[in-house]
């Protein structure tokens, strides 16, 4: 199985923050990893695929860098509608694992 | 706009099966260009994925549950169903079904969009 290992896994920022989150995966994945935004009680939302690929309606704040085994989701200006959990997935292999997840957390 | 919506119990006793439906609207889950899975995250804690079917019925589940799990599709009535037997408390969880976005057309795997809102499924006597 391909590990997803992501960092930190709690993030406390303020509105206006630049905020990165990391994803490593245990081999390389190419491009093929997807990002996701989950509040509580509501399921997972796509944000990014093919590690760069902003999905269609996500605010371009929000931006997706990286190949092989390392990988970045930036939130360039942080937005109160930000505070959520952050998993990765890599798409690269049929086990699709995700990362343990980032919560953002208000400072 | 697809919509999927997941039902069945939200209490299974210890060592029987766990039964729940995806019912897709807004979609077919009989169009050859995705896979339909579900994925599964326990309270406070990540995500898992669970198994996946195409529409001709082809399947495949993740290794650490391939054993437990049957993943069968109606597409009469436009829904796909999970299986998992024998369940121990540390199969509750929320249960997700979600559309399967392949990387490439040969592939059966992706990332995963649109999802269900969840069904809670606790294992309790």
């Known amino acids: 199985d391909i590990q997803m290992t992501q960092s930190p896994s709690t993030l406390s920022a303020s509105v206006g923050d630049r905020v990165t989150i990391t994803c490593r995966a245990s081999?390389?994945?190419?491009?093929?990893l997807a990002w996701y935004q989950q509040k509580p009680g509501k399921p997972p939302k796509l944000l990014i695929y093919?590690?760069?690929s902003l999905e269609s309606g996500v605010p371009s704040r929000f931006s997706g860098s990286g190949s092989g085994t390392q990988f970045t989701l930036t939130i360039s200006s942080l937005q109160p509608d930000d505070f959520a959990s952050y998993y990765c997935?890599?798409?690269?292999?049929?086990?699709?694992?995700f990362g343990q997840g980032t919560k953002v957390e208000i400072k | 706009q697809l919509q999927l919506q997941e039902s069945g119990p939200g209490l299974v006793k210890p060592s029987e099966t766990l039964s729940l439906t995806c019912t897709v609207s807004?979609?077919?889950?009989?169009?050859?260009?995705?896979?339909w899975g579900w994925i599964r995250q326990p309270p406070g804690k990540g995500l898992e994925w669970i198994g996946s079917?195409?529409?001709?019925?082809?399947?495949y589940y993740n290794p650490s549950l391939e054993s437990r799990v049957t993943i069968s599709g109606d597409t009469s009535k436009n829904q796909f169903s999970l299986k998992l037997s024998a369940v121990t408390a540390a199969d509750t969880a929320v249960y997700h079904c979600?559309?399967?976005?392949?990387?490439?057309?040969?592939?059966?795997?992706?990332?995963?969009?649109?999802w269900g809102q969840g069904t809670l499924v606790t294992v309790s006597s």
């Open positions: 093919k590690a760069s």
């Open positions: 997935q890599q798409c690269f292999s049929y086990s699709q694992t």
């Open positions: 081999h390389n994945i190419s491009s093929w």
């Open positions: 979600a559309r399967v976005n392949l990387i490439v057309a040969a592939a059966w795997w992706g990332w995963f969009d649109p």
């Open positions: 807004g979609g077919s889950i009989s169009n050859s260009d995705y896979y």
């Open positions: 079917i195409n529409y001709r019925g082809s399947t």
